[in-house]
């Protein structure tokens, strides 16, 4: 991929991030985080069909965020982390609130109510293909012909495992939580100097307030059925797929190249429509070995590491994460 240095005249030079921002080093996300990551994600959207079985969407979205951000911040409280300070800290931790867990949340949980499990988790990983642009508008971050090429193509083969098995009304709404769950990632790049369980925690609590608003209004009270499948369902959703790994996830963004690292979300959806044909009994079409076959060539093009002609370069050590676990 493209290291070069970014031009002074470019947008990304004159939109450069504000003091305090970390930008992403030469540092390759880590394997096996990534692999951890991405299956739990993929286990969510299995957990997420399971639970609006007993409850409402929003209100199953708004708990799964409260449950999660409350126990990071038990964690923080426990642990002595320091809390976010300043009108900037908190304005930046709001809008990634109700970024990354309102709009996000809630297109993501009505967009597996309204089609195929597998085709949502497929629409909701648009990300490595919504981040190109902004990538390298707000960071520098140039992209080679080369990698842009494999992130189509492993797009494309995930279209080709899941949208055979029906979009439904909820297509459209899970391309929203892609394009949300995009913004989330790039604002991250934004937590620079605060504590990352602490800002995580308090983006998830505020985030659910925004949804615990919007399914008042939206649902009116809630009724939910709180089945041994419901709080199963939830606890998995809340603090496996959610707090452990937005956790991960934010510390990954702010030390890596953001094409390389959503990259990795193209196996989400592989592994969600591997849970969802074996728990829910949902049958990809005849397309699929075709399609996997392009995502994980696309990953193996984009990940393997570049040539590099200075050794120097090569050894760059990574970024600082200043509270990271």
């Known amino acids: 991929m493209d290291h070069t240095p970014v031009d002074p005249g470019t947008p990304a030079a004159r939109t450069a991030p504000a003091a305090g921002a970390v930008t992403g080093g030469a540092r390759r996300p880590k394997p096996l985080r990534m692999l951890w990551i991405t299956a739990a994600w993929g286990a969510c959207f299995v957990a997420i069909e399971w639970g609006l079985r007993d409850a409402p969407l929003l209100w199953y979205a708004a708990l799964r965020a409260l449950v999660a951000g409350g126990a990071l911040l038990a964690l923080a409280g426990v642990q002595r982390r320091p809390a976010p300070d300043g009108p900037r800290a908190w304005g930046l931790i709001t809008v990634l609130g109700l970024v990354n867990v309102t709009v996000a949340f809630a297109a993501m949980f009505a967009g597996v109510a309204g089609g195929a499990t597998g085709t949502a988790a497929v629409l909701a990983n648009a990300q490595p293909l919504l981040i190109l642009l902004p990538a390298w508008w707000l960071y520098g971050e140039r992209l080679s012909p080369r990698t842009a090429v494999a992130l189509v193509v492993g797009f494309a083969g995930l279209v080709l495992v899941a949208v055979p098995g029906g979009g439904g009304s909820g297509a459209a709404l899970s391309l929203l939580a892609a394009a949300a769950v995009t913004g989330g990632t790039l604002l991250s790049r934004r937590l620079g100097g605060l504590d ?103 990953m193996w093009v984009v990940l393997r590491p570049p040539h590099r002609t200075n050794t120097a370069a090569a050894t760059t050590p990574g970024v600082p994460i200043e509270g990271e676990p």
């Open 196 to 298: 990352l369980v602490t800002a995580t925690a308090w983006h998830l609590l505020l985030g659910g307030a925004g949804l615990v608003v919007l399914a008042a209004v939206v649902e009116g009270a809630p009724v939910i059925a709180w089945t041994p499948r419901f709080v199963l369902s939830l606890a998995f959703l809340a603090l496996v797929g959610t707090a452990a790994t937005t956790v991960a996830w934010f510390a990954e963004a702010r030390r890596n190249r953001l094409d390389t690292l959503t990259t990795w979300t193209f196996l989400t959806p592989v592994l969600g429509i591997a849970l969802a044909a074996v728990v829910l009994g949902e049958r990809p079409g005849g397309w699929t070995a075709a399609g996997l076959l392009a995502v994980l060539s696309a």
